[in-house]
């Protein structure tokens, strides 16, 4: 019975077709020369001892005998090369597949899934789909194909030694299958040890800091330790059925082998009559010997990759749940876009929370926010601030109500369009390793030097950058280590201004600001955001007297709202 996961490799697997179908005929013709160089040898000898052939035709039949070795070489490179071809191919599909999904996921879908489930998937289990489409499906080709090649011309020397062969070929895919039934879910297990370790070793060290203020360093190791060791007790697991596989086709393979050999001396000593034994000769019955072991060459083979189709399966399964997780943003599958001036946010009578079972965190909620106008949002910890500004971002769709963007539902806006409207600026910057130009041309990627160093003194960078040896372009490390928080947090507001958005949204701008950081910030804010339609959600409305309107919230309702 073929289950989804093997119907859903079948699929990916539909664009990359001819490049399989030529992997396997280059396999293919690859074996036929094979054949003839079997029986070109089997004709020498035969020539040599027995026939007492001139020597022209010894050298011709050699000539030929060497000749196939560099064209069966060319086949096998092809065979290689198309099938690598192809799982490169399907890999970098999948692997785009994935991370679009996850850019709409967004923050709030991704915060579900976590961090060490998506990079595990990303990498290492679209990784495991290579083996299955370069090897392993034009193998399974040539496991029928090559067989029944070499078994029609064994037929034709000699029917009796066919059938011993035929007999047990069957049986080497037989077991195969029922050793492989349990390798899929052996692999899938592996692949959620490996998940669980990510998880576990990107949380230890996000958290380290804490960890070793707390005195856990020993109980961390500990854990760590505990988790690799059940990692590696799974991909044992997986390397045991991988040796039970191969163990079967050796020995079914070794046994008819063997009885073909046992049944050509036997008869080219004149002691078995049996069927057309009698007419076995020094030629036939060496190319068929020769041949027996090709039978099960391709099976073998088959064998050796078969823990890439059970691999496969395992990552097919974690890679389709993972493109099967509803997104929380809102959809958008319109063709309106912004003015590109600064908008009027409108939410209308809407509900909204981050799962069916929990309780929504804004209810009925009916704001206006005006454009080119400076709008505080203000309100205890949990009223639904973070909530609101996602829902304005996109991020968080809604259950009940609208929300409208200069009169247009966002569901009514093309993908993408509204990000490219937006400036976000949150509490804890995100800052690459690079340079702090680096760092603000990520706004805008063509952006040139003079532009990235006008935004950097609109908001203040260059207020600690001139101290600096390098200036704008000191480099920073992780997380922007190397320069304050102060200085990451004016070092994102450059990153946003350079992209001149009409429409910024902030949470908590300066919530973890000194006081001199937290003034220059909001002088740069003052500045530089006249004529934007400017949404910040804030503890602190008395720090920002310039402000137009302010919007209460509680219990996520509107508690109050009016001007200034």
Known sequence: MVTTDQ???AVQAGPVRGLLVV???????????????????????????????????LLLWFSLLLAGIPLRSLCIAAK???????????????????????????????????TGRATSTLLEQVDALEGYYARFLPQMRLAILIPLSVLAVVFWLDWLAALLLLFA???????????????????????????????????????LETLRH?????????????NADHYRRRTMAVLRVAFLSSAVLEFFSSVAIAMTAIYIGLGLLGYLTLGPAEQLTLFSGLFILLLAPEVFAPLRELAQHYHDRAAALGAAAGIRELLGTPSPATPRHGRARPSGKAPTVTLIGVTAGYGADMAPALQDLSVTFPAGRTTLITGPSGSGKST??????????????????????LRDLAAGSLEATIGWLGQTPRLLPGTVADNIRLGRPTASAEDVETAAANAGVLRFTDALPDGLDTPLGERGSGI???????????????????????DEPTASLDPESRRILLDALER???????????????????????????????????DG
């Not at 339609?533 to 309107?549: N, S, V």
């Open 80 to 114: 290689d090369y198309a099938g690598l071809r192809a799982a490169l191919q399907v890999r970098g599909v999948v692997r785009k597949n994935l991370a679009d999904h996850l850019m709409t996921l967004g923050p709030v879908g991704l915060a579900a899934v976590g």
């Open 528 to 562: 530089q955001c006249r004529d934007r339609t400017l949404i910040i959600a804030t503890h602190q409305p008395a720090q920002m007297p310039w402000a137009d309107h302010h919007v209460e919230l509680k219990g996520g309702r509107i508690r109050g709202s009016g």
């Open 7 to 9: 119907r859903w490799l």
């Open 169 to 207: 070929a069957p049986l080497i895919p037989l077991f195969m299958a029922l050793v492989g039934m349990g390798a899929a879910s052996v692999h899938r297990g592996q692949f959620l040890a490996l998940e669980r370790l990510s998880a576990f070793f990107l949380d230890r060290l996000q958290g």
């Open 388 to 409: 609101l500004l996602l829902l304005i971002l996109g991020m968080l769709d809604h259950r009940q109500g609208e929300v409208l963007v200069d009169g247009r539902p």
């Open 214 to 226: 707390l005195g856990r360093g020993e109980d961390t190791i500990h854990a760590l330790a505990t």
């Open 484 to 506: 304050s928080g102060g200085e990451a947090q004016r070092v994102a507001l450059a990153r946003v201004l350079l992209r001149d958005p009409p429409l910024l949204v902030l």
């Open 23 to 57: 992997a396997s005929l280059a396999g293919l013709f690859a074996a036929w020369i094979t054949i003839a160089q079997a029986g070109f040898l089997a004709a020498i000898v035969h020539g040599l001892l027995v026939d007492d052939l001139q020597r022209q035709q």
